[in-house]
């Protein structure tokens, strides 16, 4: 299995941006996926996660700013970033099932 995360860039502060992570394989239907970030110098923190039941959670910092979803017919996942601080700035990785895609790269500017 193989998770590619997309759509990471720079932007402004209050802008959005709207992650994608795509797994390959068909027969891969994890119950938990999430959305983790690792900011410079510092550990990798769960950013929001959704389980198969549709059930989703929020670290506290993007409650309400961010919104996390998924096409699990096409083993895909989203995270809607909305109202962005330069404190979200990081790599965010997506996991599925254990795995971990490679990172995208997110840069609030002030």
């Known amino acids: 299995v193989q998770l590619q995360a997309s759509g990471g860039g720079l932007v402004q502060a209050g802008g959005s941006l709207r992650l994608s992570c795509a797994a390959s394989g068909s027969f891969f239907r994890p119950n938990v996926k999430g959305w983790y970030r690792q900011a410079p110098g510092k550990q990798r923190d769960m950013v929001a996660h959704i389980i198969s039941d549709g059930t989703t959670g929020y670290a506290d910092s993007v409650k309400g700013r961010f919104t996390i979803s998924r096409d699990s017919a096409k083993n895909l996942m989203y995270l809607q970033m909305n109202s962005l601080k330069p404190e979200d700035t990081a790599v965010y990785y997506c996991?599925?099932?254990?795995?971990w895609g490679q990172g995208t790269l997110v840069t609030v500017s002030s």
């Open positions: 996991t599925m099932g254990g795995f």
